[in-house]
């Protein structure tokens, strides 16, 4: 199957600081990425789809000022964290769209745990 | 939006035992992907079935599109099959999935 990297796989910030999460698509292009979060022992829930080369469409409630979204190129998309609070700290997941055997099947990453102090 | 229902929240099974999980979903979908997410939260394709039936070892998956409902067998289940297992679904092709609140299996040896 397809392969999804993310990069870090862990990070501790202080608050008031920003954080960029790297989500790799490693052997397919992608023009659809999607961002996910998820609190301890809760579902995944959508923040945003990121398109390639335009403005990501974030969902309702999600700050986009404070959740930066760039798909610059058609493997890479990533999250950044602006001013980042405790209340952000959370288990961030991306997955990506790979329509190369034709079912819309989509491949999550391994996950990145943010954790505001 | 859509909705997405899974049962049992909770599974307690001693190893070899055989367990089935449903996720009922409230409207028509294009995809239906089951997941195994594991305990360092990596979430495992399992299935791709947004309709009929596929097997893959000891699991198999059955999507009824027209009774909106999709279930997952694990037969025989082993201690490494412990983890929360998540169905998620989306409307139209291209669009994002929405996760159930999964089930979470514990097996014990």
């Known amino acids: 199957g397809a392969v999804v990297s993310q990069h870090p796989s862990r990070v501790i910030c202080k608050s008031g600081t920003s954080v960029k999460i790297e989500c790799r698509s490693l052997?397919?292009?992608?023009?659809?990425m999607f961002w996910y979060r998820q609190f301890p022992k809760k579902s995944l829930m959508l923040m945003a789809t990121s398109n390639e080369g335009s403005k990501a469409t974030y969902e309702q409630g999600v700050e986009k000022d404070k959740f930066l979204i760039n798909h610059a190129s058609l493997t890479l998309s990533t999250l950044t964290v602006t001013s980042a609070h405790p209340e952000d700290s959370s288990f961030y997941i991306c997955s990506a769209r790979d329509q190369r055997e034709g079912p819309d099947t989509q491949y999550f990453g391994p996950g990145t745990r943010l954790t505001v102090l | 939006g859509i909705q997405v229902e899974q049962s049992p929240p909770d599974l307690i099974l001693q190893e070899g035992a055989n367990s089935t999980l449903r996720c009922n979903f409230s409207?028509?979908?294009?995809?239906l992907q089951w997941f195994h997410q594991n305990p360092w939260g990596q979430l495992i394709n399992l299935f791709y079935i947004p309709s009929g039936t596929k097997q893959n070892g000891r699991l198999s998956a059955t999507t009824v599109a027209t009774e909106r409902y999709s279930l997952l067998y694990i037969s025989s289940s082993q201690t490494t099959d412990s983890g929360v297992y998540f169905c998620?679904?989306?409307?139209?092709?291209?669009?994002?999935?929405?996760f159930g609140k999964g089930t979470t299996l514990s097996v014990s040896s």
């Open positions: 998620a679904v989306s409307r139209q092709a291209g669009t994002a999935l929405i």
């Open positions: 409207d028509s979908v294009n995809n």
């Open positions: 052997d397919f292009q992608a023009t659809t």
